[in-house]
């Protein structure tokens, strides 16, 4: 095979991936967008002010309903921890927006089987209950009250803007009121937006990413590096080897589902697969943004629980799903190669594409151009507002 047939070989298995996900990506963003509309985040940190594990499971449903590309997740807890929400809540609700979402369920359910959705939803819990006790145990008050203090200096991440907006309808009535309101329908459209122009980079780079190792890395390679010859091995090494890939990967967000398909397919457990997944907060340019929110040593701190926690999930998930006979059989495993095809997949993409185009049409007719400059830069010292209610026409 030439070098131009590779990289068209490569371009293929990346198209093909983009076409199977589309329109589970708009709905998972449409709903995400829906729930931000009318939930302000004003009233989060609020509610999140200690780690009893009522407020930890408040966190954790917050921030599943606060889908966040993983840079805005990683800025929105600093913002809460800033404004007071305790650290380790502001943690979970971080995990949480991330690794809790609707979106990433319904793409893990399409590429991978429902298998590995129910797997996300069991192992984000069982990460944050993880984390939390390490953080009870280890986390001590000297560490935490520097890492607040590196906090308060207010030093740039990635997306801060973007972290700081709250698009939500202001006002009174109920959800549905608010929602079909001109507000609603704008803050809607702003969300919607907003959440893919955070997302847009990760996702191609992923889809990108994973097409290339597809097409020019050999099974024989995952399968040596996984231990795919030695069952027990294999389950042991999985999920400890699983997020130094995604370490390494520099792919966080939903941009590591497709390359988690390759992964399965080339041999690695299941239980290894969620790991490498739940560790989107962990990739190198992450780390750094940890470093210049809360010092080195809270970054190594974050680095050594968050993966122990990450490992942890990794197991459960592996011993429960086995226990159960729910694992799938990874000789059916297969990278989507067929392109287009006029099948239910493409009406669901004709369908949802003219939605977002709606929602894209009303964004631009509402002062949506200045609020994308706004996305990147320093946090402020007070978070920006958007008035839906002066934006409506």
Same mark, same amino acid.
């Given at each position: 095979?030439?070098? =131009?047939d590779?990289?068209?070989?490569?371009?293929?298995?990346?198209g093909?991936?983009?076409?199977e996900?589309?329109?589970a990506?708009?709905l998972?963003?449409?709903l995400?967008?829906?729930?931000?509309?009318?939930v302000?985040?004003?009233?989060v940190?609020?509610?999140l +002010?200690?780690?009893? &594990?009522?407020?930890?499971?408040?966190a954790?449903l917050?921030g599943?309903a606060? #889908?966040?590309?993983?840079?805005?997740?990683?800025?929105?807890a600093?913002?809460l921890f800033?404004k007071g929400?305790?650290?380790?809540a502001?943690?979970?609700f971080?995990i949480a927006s991330t690794?809790?979402? =609707?979106?990433?369920g319904?793409?893990?359910?399409l590429l @991978?089987?429902w298998q590995? %959705?129910?797997?996300e939803?069991? *192992? *984000?819990?069982v990460?944050?209950?993880?984390?939390?006790?390490?953080?009870?145990?280890?986390?001590?008050?000297?560490?935490l009250e520097?890492?607040?203090?590196?906090?308060?200096?207010g030093v !740039?991440?990635?997306?801060e803007?973007?972290?700081?907006?709250d698009m #939500? =309808?202001?006002g009174?009535?109920?959800?549905r009121?608010r929602l079909?309101? &001109?507000? +609603?329908? %704008?803050?809607?459209s702003?969300v919607?937006?907003?959440?893919?122009?955070?997302?847009w980079?990760?996702?191609v780079?992923?889809?990108?990413i994973?097409?290339?190792?597809?097409?020019?890395?050999?099974?024989s390679f995952?399968?040596?590096?996984?231990?795919?010859?030695?069952p027990?091995?294999?389950?042991?090494?999985g999920? $400890?080897? *699983?997020p130094?890939v995604?370490?390494?990967?520099f792919v966080? #967000?939903? +941009?590591?589902v497709p390359?988690a398909v390759?992964?399965?397919k080339?041999?690695?457990?299941f239980g290894g697969?969620i #790991?490498?997944?739940?560790a989107?907060?962990l990739?190198l340019?992450?780390?750094h943004?940890?470093?210049n929110?809360y +010092?080195?040593r809270? @970054?190594?701190?974050?680095?050594a629980?968050?993966?122990?926690a990450?490992?942890?999930?990794?197991?459960?998930v592996?011993?429960?799903?086995?226990a159960? *006979?729910?694992?799938?059989?990874?000789?059916?495993?297969?990278?989507?190669?067929?392109?287009?095809?006029?099948d239910?997949?493409?009406?669901?993409?004709?369908l949802?594409?003219?939605?977002?185009?709606? $929602?894209?049409?009303r964004?631009?007719?509402?002062g949506?151009?200045?609020m994308?400059?706004?996305?990147?830069?320093a946090p402020? &010292?007070a !978070?920006?507002t958007?008035?839906?209610? !002066?934006?409506?026409?």
């Open positions: 095979m030439s070098a =131009v590779a990289v068209l070989h490569a371009l293929s298995i990346t093909s991936m983009t076409w996900i589309t329109w990506l708009i998972g963003f449409l995400s967008a829906i729930v931000q509309a009318v302000r985040k004003s009233t940190a609020g509610l +002010g200690d780690d009893r &594990p009522r407020t930890l499971g408040v954790a917050l599943a606060s #889908s966040s590309c993983s840079y805005a997740a990683v800025a929105l600093r913002s800033r929400a305790d650290f380790t502001a943690m979970a971080e690794n809790l979402v =609707v979106e990433l319904v793409i893990l359910a @991978m089987g590995f %959705t129910v797997a939803f069991v *192992g *984000g819990p990460m944050i209950v993880v984390l939390a006790v390490l953080f009870r145990l280890f986390l001590r008050a000297r560490l520097r890492a607040r203090a590196q906090a308060e200096r !740039a991440g990635s997306m803007g973007h972290a700081a907006m #939500s =309808v202001a009174e009535g109920g959800f009121r079909f309101s &001109p507000a +609603g329908l %704008t803050s809607t702003h919607f937006v907003m959440e893919w122009a955070a997302i980079k990760d996702l780079a992923g889809l990108l994973a097409g290339a190792i597809a097409a020019w890395v050999p099974d995952w399968q040596a590096l996984f231990l795919e010859g030695h027990l091995a294999s389950k042991i090494w999920p $400890l080897i *699983g130094l995604a370490i390494a990967s966080c #967000s939903i +941009g590591n390359l390759v992964l399965w080339g041999g690695i457990s697969v #790991s490498f997944i739940f989107d907060l990739i340019p992450i780390l943004i940890y470093r929110y +010092g080195r809270m @970054m190594l701190f974050i680095l629980t968050f993966y122990t990450v490992v942890a999930a990794g197991y459960v592996e011993i429960l799903f086995g159960l *006979g729910l694992i799938p059989d990874q000789a059916d495993a297969e990278v989507p190669t067929e392109g287009v095809s006029w239910y997949t493409a009406w669901l993409n004709i949802f594409l003219l939605v977002a185009a709606a $929602l894209v049409v964004f631009l007719r509402t949506g151009r200045g994308l400059r706004m996305m990147g830069g402020p &010292p !978070a920006p958007a008035d839906h209610a !002066a934006h409506h026409p």
